[in-house]
């Protein structure tokens, strides 16, 4: 039991909307995620929604337009779930600064880079191996600070090995 979950909240099966909609915003900032985010993810993962419909339904349960789905916080339950796993597992993940400014690092075997760019934004983007040729999703977005990318680096991670895996899966 967290420590936002009451013993009312266990009993009762129909939560408060506004508790759910708070729990799903604070969860989303836990993420560094922003509706886009997350609608990106939902359609990488095959929600077959329109992208706009999605994040239209995103913005609109965290503006408490509509209540939050039981589905969507199944969803970002799963993935709030997941980082605070990898943020257990790498609790001091070592980051080394090139004379470019670019901060790297290696997470099982994968290779993290944060580079500056313009307006004090910063840039991730992760491979499975050193090489040009080795597998490299796209990331999509600029984050806005150095600690925020350094944060999301091991989501990233794990995503790249979730399509990685999935790459490989549909070879067979």
Not at 4 to 33: G, V
Not at 115 to 126: D, F, V
Request: hydrophobic share 35%.
């Amino acid at each position: 039991m967290s420590d936002a979950d009451t013993f009312d909240d266990l009993l009762d099966p129909k939560p408060n909307p506004e508790r759910e909609r708070q729990r799903f915003t604070a969860a989303l900032a836990e993420l560094k995620f922003i509706p886009a985010d997350l609608a990106a993810f939902m359609d990488k993962n095959r929600d077959y929604r329109d992208f706009s419909a999605t994040i239209r339904s995103i913005q609109r349960m965290l503006s408490g337009e509509t209540r939050v789905s039981g589905e969507m916080m199944v969803i970002v339950n799963m993935l709030l779930r997941q980082h605070r796993r990898l943020k257990a597992k790498y609790p001091n993940l070592q980051w080394q600064r090139n004379e470019h400014g670019v901060h790297s690092a290696q997470v099982e075997g994968w290779f993290v880079y944060v580079s500056p760019q313009t307006r004090g934004r910063w840039r991730l983007e992760c491979s499975s191996g050193p090489s040009r040729s080795d597998y490299s999703p796209s990331w999509g977005r600029w984050l806005d600070s150095l600690e925020e990318a350094k944060e999301k680096a091991l989501v990233c991670v794990e995503e790249g090995m979730n399509d990685l895996a999935e790459l490989t899966y549909q070879e067979f």
